[in-house]
């Protein structure tokens, strides 16, 4: 922002103190050419090589072009005088070449410059001496490279270097960008509630410091509607997860009134990730919307769909099908019709809870069927698959089919 809060501290006429001890092998000899700052910053290849080349094998290789260049070598010896005078050359030197790289938007460069000139203060032996504001500036700046990258954290931390100390009246250039730039920080964080703290305090300070700047109050609208659909989005959740609740609730009961028993070592409804690609478990197949799930007076007015798996025992080698959407009131032959040839050489058999084998007539429907099994004997019932399915046993009438079940009995008795 250009009024009010600035994207970074441009102040290159002030004057900062600080010093950095690196590791290039010996400290270059100081030229006498008198360059300026910005001399030094237009010469040819200086974007292409780091002030600081900690430990680099090319910082000391004197065939390297850019290395050997006069002023570069002019920068870099720099970072080695001890002169407070020099050393403050230095740090501004890398702030503005920093700045510079943050308006064309390299942030990564701009960065790393920032942390040299961070670095180079803290290393000082005479930083004791240097005005606070120096490093303030170069906090405040990096921050502003951190929020551009989304680094949100490493702005927050940077900021609050500055936001921590007590708070100067009239509230300072710096503080004002910091609060701005932690509250923009933490909505990338999606710390709301704390990036409107944030906004406030900035906007309670301006009106104390009659500072007239729309911007605080541009972003608070921002953050106060992403607060809205926020909780918009996580009351829609919260209601879609209660329909799901109660929908599998009373898909529950009314599979128990079927007569379909789930097992309690098969929770039901399966999770997604246990299920075979595009097996969806039993399920009711429309619900009215004049019906209301909470209170099912008569279940029998929803149908509900199977997935089945049929089960070919007698086959050379035995195989299975799946079929993905049975409903409960299809009868028998429709889907023999599918699977075999001819509806009348095949027969369909289920297995119920109590280990008991139905033949299922051509006319029945599972709903029929686990109701006639349920009239049967009051306590049995068909059991739910590990898939929220139905088993079923299809076997070529004839002597393949009585075999089949004098084994099946022979098995179950066991």
């Not at 780091?50 to 920068?75: C, E, R």
């Not at 599998?248 to 009961?253: C, D």
Request: charged share 20%; glycine share 4%; net charge neutral.
């Amino acid at each position: 922002m250009d009024n009010g809060l600035p994207l970074i501290d441009c102040d290159g006429g002030q004057q900062t103190h600080s010093s950095i001890k690196m590791s290039l092998h010996s400290p270059p000899e100081r030229p006498t050419d008198n360059l300026s700052t910005q001399e030094l910053w237009q010469e040819a290849g200086w974007d292409k090589v780091p002030l600081f080349m900690k430990g680099s094998s090319d910082a000391s290789n004197p065939s390297n072009p850019l290395t050997s260049n006069p002023s570069i070598q002019a920068l870099q010896a720099l970072i080695y005088d001890d002169q407070p005078s020099h050393q403050i050359q230095s740090i501004q030197a890398l702030k503005t070449r920093a700045d510079q790289l943050f308006k064309s938007k390299s942030y990564h460069l701009a960065l790393g410059f920032y942390n040299q000139a961070i670095d180079f203060f803290k290393s000082s032996s005479s930083n004791s001496s240097f005005p606070s504001e120096i490093l303030l500036s170069l906090f405040a700046n990096r921050a502003a490279c951190h929020l551009a990258l989304e680094n949100f954290r490493s702005c927050l931390s940077d900021c609050h270097l500055i936001l921590k100390d007590p708070l100067k009246v009239p509230t300072t250039t710096l503080v004002r960008k910091s609060l701005f730039r932690s509250a923009k920080a933490s909505i990338g964080l999606n710390k709301l509630n704390q990036a409107l703290d944030l906004i406030n305090k900035l906007i309670n300070l301006d009106s104390r410091d009659q500072v007239n700047d729309q911007e605080p109050q541009n972003l608070k609208n921002q953050i106060l509607h992403k607060i809205q659909k926020n909780l918009h989005s996580t009351y829609l959740t919260q209601k879609n997860l209660k329909y799901q609740n109660d929908l599998n609730q009373a898909l529950r009961l009314t599979l128990k009134l079927r007569g379909i028993s789930i097992s309690a070592d098969n929770p039901f409804p399966p999770h997604s990730s246990n299920l075979p690609p595009g097996l969806k478990p039993a399920h009711f197949d429309h619900i009215p919307s004049e019906i209301d799930i909470n209170n099912l007076s008569n279940s029998s007015q929803l149908s509900i769909i199977y997935p089945v798996y049929v089960l070919r025992p007698k086959d050379q080698p035995p195989t299975r099908d799946l079929i993905l959407s049975w409903h409960e009131d299809h009868l028998i032959s429709d889907h023999l019709q599918e699977l075999c040839a001819q509806k009348d050489s095949h027969h369909f058999y289920i297995i119920s809870l109590n280990r008991k084998i139905f033949k299922c007539g051509n006319h029945l429907s599972i709903r029929k069927i686990s109701a006639l099994i349920s009239k049967s004997n009051s306590n049995d019932t068909i059991p739910l698959g590990s898939h929220g399915n139905l088993e079923f046993y299809l076997l070529p009438i004839g002597k393949l089919e009585q075999d089949w079940i004098a084994e099946t009995k022979i098995a179950l008795e066991s």
